[in-house]
Nanobody, 126 residues
Framework: QVQLEESGGGLVQAGDSLRLSCATS????????MAWFRQAPGKEREFVAA?????????RYLDSVKGRFTISGDNAKNTVYLQMNSLKPEDTAIYYC??????????????????WGQGTQVTVSS
């Protein structure tokens, strides 16, 4: 059984940093593309970042977080991270970790991901 568990959310001020973690079980990181999505109140779930491992590590980001957020993974710990710097109030959302059944691509659509965590709240005050 595949399980994803997010942690690291919280309440911060604009300009602060947070690091989200996604601990996985039942599956190794290298067998999936791993991603972070977010959902703000009244809005659709939005792709934030993805990572996959081929001969090299590939990543993909939402334009509005490029240069501020970094996705990474620790295969030994089976954990994916999202380092978020220079946070803005518009980054406020529930952040979800997700995994695909196969690796290779970097999809941005939520329906491409088969496994989801419960989410962690990130609130950025101005």
């Amino acid at each position: 059984q595949v399980q994803l568990e997010e942690s690291g959310g919280g309440l911060v001020q604009a300009g602060d940093s947070l690091r989200l973690s996604c601990a996985t079980s039942g599956r190794t990181l290298s067998s999936s593309t791993m991603a972070w999505f977010r959902q703000a109140p009244g809005k659709e779930r939005e792709f934030v970042a993805a990572i996959t491992w081929r001969s090299v590590t590939l990543t993909r980001y939402l334009d509005s977080v490029k240069g501020r957020f970094t996705i990474s993974g620790d295969n030994a710990k089976n954990t994916v991270y999202l380092q978020m710097n220079s946070l803005k109030p518009e980054d406020t959302a529930i952040y979800y970790c997700a995994a695909t059944r196969t690796t290779g691509d970097l999809p941005t659509r939520h329906y491409a991901y088969a496994y989801w965590g419960q989410g962690t709240q990130v609130t950025v005050s101005s």
